[in-house]
């Protein structure tokens, strides 16, 4: 079973384009992370969300926690190929574990 | 934000020897937890150690492994006897401030042939 299910999997874009990446869950999450992972390196947390219907930004990144907190959404404006990389979503479930559960994530591939 | 680091960050191992992967944290934590992520796959919990015991841990964090703090600093993750399925990515990570957050070592990537 998929607690944290990344869509889409894979994305490629233009130089410029917007896109929105979504990470749903059927649980209530307490907190939820996103992380962004180059190949053979460790997840390099990007933000953390706590509340429902919190939104937050980091630069041109957008990052949104649903209001139930069972989902979350990663908006880019105008990306760029240095945006290209695996972006993951995870969670601690709110029944007071601490560990995190990862989605698989989505590969985005910006193309110059 | 926490720094990690982990030794090695590659090893190669012959399956049925024993592995021990390291992580140290620049600065003093009580709390840290254990992940790996096998080629292609996602990052799966392993166990968390808080004050020199184990927490949680999950279903793959059966007798073949162990943790520890042995020297009061770096925290380690034993692998008894590998498996060429313990072929992976082990990542070690200390908690942030802000909910769970928890930041991410390098990784060690282990190759059992």
């Known amino acids: 079973t998929q607690l944290l299910e990344q869509s889409p999997q894979f994305l490629s874009i233009q130089e410029g384009e917007n896109l929105t990446v979504y990470c749903n869950s059927s649980?209530?999450?307490?907190?939820l992370q996103w992380y962004r992972q180059e190949p053979g390196e460790g997840p390099v947390l990007l933000v953390t969300v706590v509340t429902g219907g919190e939104v937050k930004k980091l630069k041109r990144l957008t990052f949104q926690f649903g209001d139930a907190r069972k989902d979350s959404s990663l908006h880019i404006t105008a990306a760029q190929p240095g945006d290209t990389g695996l972006y993951l979503c995870?969670?601690?479930?709110?029944?007071?574990?601490?560990?995190?559960?990862f989605g698989k994530g989505t590969k985005l591939s910006v193309i110059p | 934000e926490p720094e990690v680091t982990q030794t090695p960050s590659h090893q190669v191992t012959q399956m049925g020897q024993e592995v021990i992967l390291r992580c140290v944290p620049i600065?003093?934590?009580?709390?840290f937890y254990w992940y790996r992520q096998i080629l292609g796959q996602k990052v799966e919990f392993l166990v968390s150690f808080y004050n020199n015991e184990i927490s949680e841990k999950s279903e793959i964090f059966d007798d073949q492994f162990s943790v520890e703090r042995p020297d009061g600093s770096n925290f380690t993750l034993k692998i008894r006897s590998t498996k060429l399925e313990d072929s992976a990515m082990y990542f070690c990570?200390?908690?942030?401030?802000?909910?769970?957050?928890?930041?991410f070592g390098p990784g060690t990537r282990l190759t059992v042939l």
């Open positions: 649980s209530v999450f307490s907190s």
């Open positions: 990570a200390m908690p942030g401030q802000v909910g769970n957050e928890q930041f």
């Open positions: 600065s003093n934590h009580l709390y």
């Open positions: 995870a969670g601690d479930l709110e029944a007071g574990s601490y560990q995190l559960t």
